[in-house]
């Protein structure tokens, strides 16, 4: 089985759409995705998203269903001037300034990261149940095969939550996930559950944040997200 996960085109806060600029981006991504042979459809119910979708949804012809729980996080953190900022916009001169980097034996007594843990096993609890229901079940830190899943399932959502999942299916530490990699407005990050045996399967990244659909077409790469250097 493949997830395309998908984070929405330019996003307009305000009007709690997406802007023109990503209208195109949404219908060049709807193009690109059309050869993919895509089986089923999900989406965050966050406009943002559902606005980015329904291009493709209408494309295919395929009846999208809406996930509640990939919807945004409300996560928040201390900046550089410890003001209020989206918990994976933590600037990564703050994640790496000690060693041993946070990981999966020592960040849930550091803050700023011991209150994420609550809410990041509640989207470990979704995840699990989102793949038990296309037939993968997680032991540890693979999944047991109950039924080999050959579709290709596009989940259009948000960068701060795809960053989440992708460090919970990868078994990364969310810290470094969120310094660490950017999603773009309407690139496509694929996660291949790989079946090496008959039994188990185990998430393998064969592609982050890909735009080539936006080049393709010359539209510009939408720096949304990004807080520096650009």
Known sequence: ????????????????????????????????????????????????????????ADLLNIEPVIEPWTRELSWQASGERDESVAAWDIPGEKVRAGFPYPDHSIWPGQTPYKHFIDPYNTIKRDSDDFLRRHGYSREGGRYRIDASNEETLAVFCHMGFGLTWLSHLLELPFPLVWSGFWLPPSSVTTIL???????????????????????KVGLRVSTSGLKANV
């Open 1 to 56: 089985m493949k997830i395309l996960l998908i984070r929405h085109a330019e996003p307009d806060y305000p009007n709690d759409t997406i802007t023109e600029a990503g209208h195109l981006e949404a219908q060049a991504l709807a193009n690109h995705l059309q050869s993919m042979d895509i089986n089923r459809i999900y989406s965050s119910p966050i406009n943002r998203a559902v606005h980015t979708m329904q291009y493709t």
């Open 193 to 215: 559950l790989e079946e090496r045996s008959p039994h188990w399967a185990v998430p393998r990244c064969t592609g982050l944040g890909q735009v080539s659909h936006l080049h």
